[in-house]
């Protein structure tokens, strides 16, 4: 498999692109797709049996189960860094190694159902508390140690609805390549 095709496999939708500057229309488009993302998720594989879902999206990905953990974990990790940016003085935030996390058990075999439900709880208490900031809040920022720069919580919103898209265009074109839609 050529470069560009691994490349496309990896970011189907593109890499984040930040609008500059981020428009108050902008941030309401991303909150309306992070509230919609688990029912989407979930109608997507919800239906998917264990071999379909222990398929890597592509060469030396992930599988779908590990990506619907994934999900659910590393949005985990966002609604806390937003918490911890709402309370504290722009935190460092702890980093977590996500590929590492990706391989234990949980994420490789226990049932979807488990992060789509995770996924669905913390996305519920995640935009209820993003649709309450104000302009003072969303410039609130933590900083990310594997960056070692500020990330403001209106372009935090942008990454994890970026990621949400990411994730979801991984999926379905693999279903897509398969036959399986």
């Known amino acids: 498999m050529d470069d560009q ?6 970011y189907p939708i593109g890499k984040f692109e930040l609008p500059n ?9 991303w909150i309306k797709t992070l509230e919609a993302f688990p029912g989407k998720l979930e109608e997507l594989v919800i239906n998917l049996n264990d071999s379909q879902l222990d ?3 592509r060469p030396g990905g992930w599988t ?5 953990h994934h999900l659910a974990d590393s949005h985990t990790h966002s ?17 977590y190694y996500e590929q590492r996390w990706a391989e234990l058990e949980d994420a ?20 209820y508390l993003l649709k309450s900031l104000s302009e003072a809040d969303l ?7 594997e960056y070692n720069k500020e990330i403001p919580l209106k372009t935090n919103i942008g990454i994890y609805a970026w990621h949400c898209e990411h ?9 897509n390549r398969k036959g399986w839609v």
């Open 108 to 127: 490789k075999t226990s049932s979807i159902n488990l992060g789509l439900d995770l996924l669905r709880s913390i996305h519920n208490k995640l935009v």
């Open 55 to 57: 398929t890597p999206y």
């Open 167 to 175: 994730h979801y265009a991984h999926i379905k074109n693999l279903l």
């Open 21 to 29: 500057p981020i428009s108050e229309d902008q941030i309401v488009e």
């Open 139 to 145: 410039n609130k920022s933590f900083v990310h140690p």
């Open 64 to 68: 779908i189960r590990q990506v619907v």
């Open 79 to 95: 609604y806390i860094r937003f918490k911890w940016a709402l309370t504290e003085d722009c935190p460092v935030i702890k980093y």
């Open 5 to 10: 095709t691994l490349e496309k496999l990896r």
